[in-house]
């Protein structure tokens, strides 16, 4: 067999395998059977056992050399259905054991051919199944009908239903639409929605500049996404979208339509002959073709391919329009098929260019944050619905924060990714816990494994250990002065010689306190995560005896709250996650502090419940306004100005200024509807501060309009 003469610029991790090359559908806007290359009539109808035996040791030796900790395969088409329930047991089981444990195993189909038998293999080989569903009946049914003109919109539903079954959940990996500007966008977004998919992914259709995209006087593919856009975060990020996640976090989330990261997909056709991706079959007759196989070719081989080669270099990739645009980080040029034009092939900005264009302009000004919410939040305590969409933007920038980690730590981020999937819940109970965002590259071990535990999964990692304790956010943490290969499994973990189980722990382990303080909010009493450190002095591992302490005034505190000021409660609990108990100074001062990267955590010393009560609004003001300034920026962060305020001695800049004001502005409200002097006092604070904001230059518009409703709140006191 032939050895690669190089190695790659860049290891492939991603096997699309056509293990059926026909489909029981006729999709009038198919790039496999509708345009340009007619390659599939030449393919055998079913990939062969034979060859799905060398490619999966061809997949297994790439992983190997290149030391890769995951490798995702998708088993395409044609649709891959077509195969039936024992084939498909074939290939799963040749695949799960010649790749191993690094294998990832996907399957994207429409649907159609979905049946309780398959689940079932579903279920075995733990495949995860994206569907492809283009939105309503009208909409669905406009292009993805069978031969005979019958609309498969039933059918898809169908099986979505079986795949929402609580046997077969975890093996539902999301819906696949494809935009047509005829229909409603906001109609098929809910469509979508309504099949409770864990992830979404929107198409353009795909196009040239040879064969333009289909087009609407009246909307654009950029405002078409635009309105979903407006609806999805106005919804709160209900369910995750690459498209925009990818938009939003450049080179943290990947998707094939945007951004700049290096290809790393091959297409393995029915016959073993190896292909670049599907979409280039828009382009050419040939154009995905390689001239390798399974065979003769190791993967290095197809790598080196100069096609393949090109798309490993990112912006030097691109054409000279897109190196000079302002927005190349995000969009990446577009999707490599949409960029081509015969006379000079792939040397152009994508033929899409002024949709992502416009599209990533209206991202921009909304900020990933509707104005109504800000608008509510600004008046002081906020309404539930406002208050509700600050947590998915701590937890979305964590995650973007994970996957970069991810780069340097592929088994801690190979772990986790799978447990994504299995079990969603238990890796988002971790995810937001407030000190994840403040972990390195060795730290992402310690998620994974708490995440795993909460499943109930066994994996296996090198965990860190630091200030002499081995620490699993949300669970605890086990004295221990090093780090140490931990075994999960369900209920607790092993490491070295030391056995921990949850529910009957050794002496050295310290369990996380969680606690409930009444109103149906719970929190972590935070008295061990190493992360924990602000500034102040913190107490150290409480007892029994504190703990109880905490509890009884943190109840007493929103009891109080509940008396003076009830608009407060729903942003403490969309809000507060984590306790952090301060140890006293000595002078008898009240101390108390937040953390923007620190989403969910308020640290305090121990006071009076009513005294906690102000203490917990002003902090969760600090939490709930650094929610909001990482999705729209209120001022240049560049602008050295700074402010003189009436309580502080120093001047401050401009976000010490907004964090101010948006705190007493709260506390002053306390106070005003306590009564005593206190309120005078604080209210006398707001006015200068409000002047010297609003008579700035300082403010984006987002931040003008903020500061004007605080302004308009205060003078309606």
Known sequence: MRRSSAPPSSPISQYVLKIASRCDLKCDYCYVYEHADQGWRRQPPLMDQAVVRTVARR??????QHELSAVRVVLHGGEPLLAGARRLDEIAAELHETVGPVLDLRMQTNGVLLTEEICAVVRRHRIRVGVSLDGDLLAHDRHRRFAHGGGSHHHVRRALTLLRA??????????????????????????????????????????????????????????????????????????????????????????????????????????????????????????????LDVF????????????IAIRQTGRAGLSATCRACVVVDRCGGGQFT????????????????????????????????????????ASGAGGVAAVAQLAPIHEAITR???????RSDPPGWAELARLDETAPDAVREVLTHPFVRRGGTAYLKNVALAAAIRAGAEIELAAESRDGLLFLPTLGALRREEGGTVRTFAGGFRVGEVTVSLQEPPADWLPARRISIGHGIEVTLEDSDPLRENGLALAGRLDDAAAAAWQRRLEGALTSLATDAPEYLPGIA??????????????????????????????????????????????????????????????????????????????????????????????????????????????GWLDPALDALLGGTFLTPAGTRFAAAMRTTVDGW
Request: glycine share 8%; proline share 8%.
């Open 574 to 683: 969309a809000t507060l996650r984590a306790i952090v108990p301060l140890a006293p100074d000595g002078t008898g001062r009240q101390r108390a502090g937040s953390a923007r990267i620190a989403f969910g955590a308020v640290a305090a010393t121990p006071e009076e419940p009513d005294a906690l009560a102000v203490l917990l609004v002003h902090e969760v003001q600090h939490l709930k306004l650094g929610a909001v300034l990482d999705a729209c920026p209120m001022f240049d962060p560049r602008d050295p100005t700074r402010i003189t305020v009436p309580w502080r001695d120093d001047p401050r800049p401009i976000e010490g200024v907004l964090q101010g004001v948006y705190a007493f502005l709260a506390v002053a409200d306390v106070w005003r509807r306590r009564g005593g002097p206190h309120y005078a006092r604080i209210r």
């Open 59 to 64: 997949i297994a030796e790439h992983a190997g």
């Open 338 to 377: 949409h960029r081509f034009r015969s006379a000079n092939g792939f040397d152009n900005p994508s033929v899409y260019c002024a949709d992502l264009k416009e599209l990533i302009d209206y991202m921009d000004d909304r900020d990933g944050l509707a104005a109504w919410v800000r608008d509510d939040l």
């Open 166 to 291: 609580p046997e077969n959940r975890e093996c539902y990996a999301g819906l696949l639409c494809t935009i047509d500007l005829r229909n409603d966008p906001i109609g098929v977004y809910r469509a979508l929605l309504a099949e409770e998919p864990p992830r979404i992914d929107f198409l353009l259709p795909h196009a040239t500049w040879e064969t333009p995209p289909p087009r609407d006087a009246l909307r654009s593919y950029g405002k078409w996404l635009s309105a979903v856009f407006r609806v999805w975060t106005e919804d709160g990020r209900k369910v995750p979208i690459r498209l925009f996640d990818a938009l939003l976090f450049p080179g943290e989330v990947r998707a094939e339509a945007v951004g700049l990261g290096p290809a790393d997909l091959v297409v393995v056709e029915t016959d073993g002959s190896y292909e670049q991706v599907d979409s280039l079959k828009v382009t050419y007759d040939g154009a995905a073709a390689t001239g």
């Open 296 to 307: 003769t070719s190791a993967v290095d081989d197809v790598a080196a391919h100069p096609m």
């Open 400 to 406: 973007a924060r994970i996957v970069t980690l991810g």
